[in-house]
């Protein structure tokens, strides 16, 4: 007996393969998760024909076209390639006839045409319109789209008298011929205004480029690891009055000492008595290297993003050489300079993200470091003296994250407080600095 799909197979409409689409952001392939059709199935346009995943997102691909499904060219759980066939569409001769004189209405040229209908076999996932707050597709047939393209017309800015926003081609042909009276003008689309101030009614789709890049790909790394989180507060009152005392004199020096300096060499001090903290861990976990040089990493805010390039041996270095070394990486990151150098090799970090402002934070350990330290705002606080008296104190807090498949929380515990005894007391670490 023949059977649907044999019947789809001897007859003599044609067959379209239909593509997976580039998707953008560098993406290659896409996981198919669970198909809405089978072989020997007939199909509308736009109705659903699977779901795919990237490492971004979840998308529905509906068809472009009625027919029949003859061939799914992937199964559950396969991984399908941009620009690869998923699915084989058989075309009733009318229902093509009829795309193709829509299409070569507007096109003499038919190599044109069928380049352009090729195209529109894929999808744009990205082509999105605001309406009354909900972010909806661009919907609308591949003719149409071929219309608005030819008079490059953005789609984007109308939602279509059509269910659910469908841009119909009456709809383009009225707006075009000046008629609209079934298209919402892109004024009357709620809109939303962007940070520059600029009203936009549509989302906006940038590359994660630079170190927007970075950060992404080092933070899901970062996200194999059991962190630990331990916070301390420290009491800034001797540094603060260090830092006034030699602040002209290194301004004369042309160095810009800010606390970053004392607490980078306090950190490296304290490494020096847990040099686990410094330490790495290979991938099967069998090896821990101890490293010798302390090339501490410091979180910089840039207009790019965050990046975070190191100071190389700090254990050799006096404060003052760390505020110079920390002054020239400030000025190459604000400027997109740095260096592979500069941003390879770290052994530990820290991000003084009170600077900005916040009393503690929960950082992201830097693979294949083991520790990073936050350094909320210095704040005047109330505190008590041994007699009960309210009196002010300037205090900062210490958020530190410790990759736990390697630090223990006593060995944590043990290093902030070492780092909290040369902060709260500088001249031990004036004494003990080479
Ligand atoms: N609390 C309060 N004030 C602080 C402070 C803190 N924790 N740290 C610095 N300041 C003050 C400084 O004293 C200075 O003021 P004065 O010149 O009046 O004394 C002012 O803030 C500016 O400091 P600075 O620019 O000299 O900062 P710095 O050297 O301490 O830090 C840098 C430089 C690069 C670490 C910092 O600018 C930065 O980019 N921090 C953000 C890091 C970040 O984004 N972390 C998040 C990572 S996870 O996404």
Known sequence: MQTR???????????EPFKLTDIGEGIAEVEVIQWFVKEGDSIDEFDQICEVQSD????????PKKGNVT???????DMAKVGSSLIDLEISES????FNHKSSDLNPSSSKVSSSVQLENNFNFQNQILVNGKFLKVLATPSVRYIARKNNFDLSKIVGSGKDGRITKADLLNLLDQKSPSVINPEKIENVRSSNGKVETVDRVEKIKGYNRSMAKKMVESLSVPHFGYCDEINMNSLIKLRNDTKTYAKDKNIKLSFMPFIIKACSLSLKKYPIINSSINHDLTEITYHVNHNIGIAIDTPTGLVVPNIKNVQNLTIFEIASELIKIISLAQSNKLS??????GTFSLSNIGVIGGTYAKPVV?????????IGKIQKLPRYDEKGNVYPENIVQFSWSADHRVIDGATMANFSNLVKLYLENPGIM????K
């Open 5 to 15: 799909l044999d019947q789809i197979r001897h007859n003599s409409n044609k067959i």
């Open 56 to 63: 971004k997102a979840t998308v529905e691909i509906k068809s």
């Open 71 to 77: 061939k799914l060219y992937y199964k559950v759980g």
């Open 95 to 98: 229902n093509e006839s009829e």
């Open 340 to 345: 592979h150098q500069d941003l390879t090799g």
């Open 366 to 374: 830097i693979v294949p470091e083991v520790c990073i330290g936050a």
């Open 430 to 433: 004036v004494i003990e600095t």
